[in-house]
């Protein structure tokens, strides 16, 4: 019962020895996949929204596709194939990190389509009455209000991603589900270890969404 | 009927009514005008406890509406209320519309409330229309179809708000016709209007209300005959000019 | 390269199950996880959205809670703690199969997102509806009941469609806990035949198509239920 619950064994040694290397990882996955999927996500809004088909079709088949598969499924899938395509074998944590980076895209892509789509057509028309090309009215003008409008939801797809590293699980990588997962194995105390894994998680995830929420009240209110 | 005693209301710290007094006799057609934001649609919310109120009372026909104890389904159930944007329900058909609280509220059987139902929409002219959805119905269309439904239920009275401000100008008489013939038979009203055409036809009293107290309460004849207030004297410059 | 599909009509070593037969079992199996969780996660989440519309502070806060609760917790975690934690702190629940632990650790993690849907649904509608129902004598639980959710639902059939084609890909973290559906499918048929191209592509097309096949389920839901002369309705 809930009295048998032995916490004794959360001490120092156990976060450095265990727990530190799992959120490293954790918070690194989290990051680079959100900074390179927001990019490699806007460039497929953008070619999504060209009105040239053979930008368009491509972007919109990748997307799709990456949507309708399970994220395990598509972590597996690249854990099967890096290896063949180069011809060597990767580590599970380099060949996670690319998956979640191309992953997010498809879904940060959507975030910024409808980001792009917010912004008043007048915009861009102003952009070019004052002489600004295609890009320069995007990257100078849509971009940037898109981006800002769009803020609090890339914030949240990424609360969700940092959720979803932990399925890094399927193929090995040490996270910081791993880290209390080792712990409790080591110490066999492995329901406590869950325990304070879900703690953990929760910590952060409720921390970031509340900030979130501010934000989002700010955001309205400038607006 | 209708007796409101010093009824006081805040929502957080914002004062919208303060020690509201009138009542409403048996068969009278009191009409409430007021500039907006002055409290009206709280105070005609507060009769039938739509809204909750800190301080005073209301009793309709002995009952308190603010007591503990009272029933206010029940109590609802013989307050008909017509809203300014209609506020059918989408989903049901206009007779379902009409059926729905007869048959869950009154217990009344399906067929008996169908028939009562449809003799209502023949009152208001629309009996063509009984199996279309809201939707499908002009707002005219739409506020008679409300009427009917408040008066499916066999109300002891009527409360309206606004119920002609959502309609185009061309509907509004479809409309105050129906009202008009129900206060000629009789039917105790409260409304909350700014025809000051249907006010001096078929009201006994106007209440003229602003910043969320009741700054007049006269007949009809004394208030567009001689307001005592500044306040009613500007609104009513205002709204007459139209 | 080389596709090779022959292995599928091999027997897995027990002497009559084939590799195809226990893919179909094991999409048997990805269906029933989804589909219980998901009518788990309808009832609750659909209760607890309602509760978070309602007037009464407490209710509404303690729906909130649960919301909070289900959503902030990755859903693996979650499943762990049903698998693992759960059972050891309430032993009458050490025998219950781990199948219905599954169902309800990844029902439970869904009904924080149906009530988040349901909750919004019930707030979009004109708040004159409720006192509509209300001024006729209609009890709070009978405006709930026949006007303010018939309308609500019809208005979150598309983010539920997304969350029930969420539910079929979210069922494939039972993998982890050893229920023997497509994800576990795909990673022990690599393991033992290395055609890992061929089992990966053949769990994913039937990923695709069971996601596909919601999508027109719901579609269909939706124009039953499309009410006349309201938006999309036929005027
Ligand atoms: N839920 C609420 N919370 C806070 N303030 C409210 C709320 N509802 C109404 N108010 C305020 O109470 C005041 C009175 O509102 P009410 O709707 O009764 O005015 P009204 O006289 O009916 O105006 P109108 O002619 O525009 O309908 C307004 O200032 C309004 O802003
Ligand atoms: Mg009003």
Redesign the pocket.
Known sequence: MIGNLDLSFFNWELVSNFLAKGFYFSIQLTLIAMAGGIVFGTALALCRLSGRPWLALPAATYVNTMRSIPLVMVILWFFLLIPLLIGRSMGAELSAIITFTLFEAAYYSEIMRAGIQSVARGQVYAGYALGLTYGQTMRLIVLPQAFRNMLPVLLTQTIILFQDTSLVYAIGAYDLLKGFEVAGKNFNRPVEAYLLAAVVYFVICFSLSSVVKKLQTRIAIIR | MIEIKNVSKW?GS?Q?LTKCSTSVKKGEVVVVC?P???????LIKCVNALEPFQEGEVVIDGTSVGAAGTDLPRLRSKVGMVFQHFELFPHLSIIENLTLAQVKVLNRSAEAARDKGLALLERVGLTAHADKFPGQLSGGQQQRVAIARALAMDPMCMLFD?PTSALDPEMINEVLDVMVQLAQEGMTMMCVTHEMGFARKVAHRVIFMDKGEIVEDATKDDFFGKPRSERAVQFLSKILQH | MHLEWGFFLRDIGDGETTYLSWLFSAWGWTLAVAGCAWVLALLLGSVVGTLRTMQVTWVARLANAWVELFRNIPLLVQIFLWYHVIPSLIPPLRDVPSFVLVVFGLGLFTSSRVAEQVRAGIQSLPHGQRHAGMALGLTTAQTYRYVLLPMAFRIVIPPLTSEAMNIIKNSSVAFAVSISELTLFAMQAQEETSRGVEVYLAVTTLYIITAMTINRLMALIEKRVRVPGYVGGDR
């Open positions: 929502y914002f919208v007021g907006s934001g002055s409290g009206k649609s709280t606004e």
